[in-house]
Each structure stands twice: as structure tokens, then as C-alpha cells.
């Protein structure tokens, strides 16, 4: 099966940017209109998911079940009759020579920078219920005792569950 537009661009990427993730992505799971990602040494509950139609994202689960999502890098892809293009989400939208340039520029690359900023050893993630409703994030381990959480709390664990590249740059 040939490639679409996001594994085309998505790999491109990939291949100039992977030694720039402190915890390098692997890919998990690859459907006609998305792919899930994991991140080597990072809690599995942690995942990515990008889709042909613009969702970028980073998610959690837990015993199976999608919990919430941890960020959103998304893009809605337009064109100008000028042949550039913008992301139709902002109110202010920059303009790209290409549609991958803007997927590049606007999602890809605030991905990546999330991801440095916000895996890091000292982390933990956390999981809350009350009834169906369900949400999560990243704390300090310490932090993890406060009532906020302690009270509705499902599960947690460290973020960080390996050694991050050595080789991981700007």
C-alpha cells in the first residue's frame, strides 16, 4: 500500500528529527488514516497519536481504555488561492510554502519540544475517576499525594521507565 501525505511527511520528519526526542518514538500501530506512537523509556500508558485528518496528540490509557489526553498539537490544514497554506484552528494563522512545511512547523515541531520539556525522570503520571468521567496528568512524584488527586486517584507511576538518548539535541 502506497503512503499517504502524513507517513510521507511524518517519515520525512522523522528521518532528519528522531535523535532530537529524549525518548525516541517508536511506532505501535499504523492504519490507513492514523498511527499510534510510543515513546522508548517512557511509561506505556503514555502514547501519540496522529491522524490523516489533522490530530496530533498526546494520550494515556489505562488497562485498555483511553483516559485522557496529556496535549493537542493539532492542524487543520487550508489553502489560499496564492497556493500557501494555514492552520484553520488559529486566529491569527501563519502562512507555509507547503502543507507539510505547515504540519511540520505548527505540530510536529511544538511536539517534539513538549515531549523534551515535559519527560522527565522526576515525573509522574496520574490517572483520576469519579463516575465515567476520567482525566489525567504529570506531576512531581511528591506532588502526587495531594488531596487534588489523592482523592479520585486510579492509578500512577513514573513517567520515566529508561535512560533517555544521550545523543537528543535542539
Not at 483511553?66 to 488559529?90: I, K, N
Not at 505540530?107 to 476520567?134: D, I, K
Amino acid at each position: 500500500m502506497p503512503k499517504n501525505f502524513l507517513r510521507k511527511t511524518l517519515d520525512r520528519w522523522l528521518a532528519h528529527s528522531a535523535a532530537r526526542f529524549r525518548y525516541p518514538l517508536r511506532l505501535v500501530l499504523q492504519r490507513k488514516r492514523y498511527v499510534e506512537l510510543q515513546f522508548s523509556g517512557i511509561t506505556p500508558a503514555i502514547r501519540c497519536a496522529i491522524s490523516t485528518e489533522g490530530m496530533v496528540g498526546i494520550y494515556t490509557t489505562y488497562q485498555g481504555e483511553w483516559w485522557d489526553s496529556l496535549a493537542e498539537f493539532d492542524v487543520v490544514a487550508r489553502r489560499m488561492a496564492t497556493g500557501q497554506y494555514y492552520c484553520g484552528l488559529c486566529p491569527s494563522p501563519e502562512m507555509f510554502a507547503s502543507r507539510a512545511a505547515l504540519w511540520v512547523t505548527h505540530s510536529f515541531e511544538p511536539f517534539l519540544t513538549w515531549t523534551n520539556t515535559h519527560f522527565q525522570s522526576s515525573q509522574g503520571l496520574w490517572l483520576c475517576r469519579v463516575g465515567g468521567m476520567t482525566w489525567a496528568g504529570l506531576k512531581p512524584m511528591e506532588a502526587l499525594h495531594s488531596r487534588e488527586i489523592a482523592d479520585h486517584l486510579v492509578y500512577a507511576c513514573p513517567v520515566f521507565r529508561g535512560k533517555p538518548s544521550t545523543t537528543a539535541g535542539p
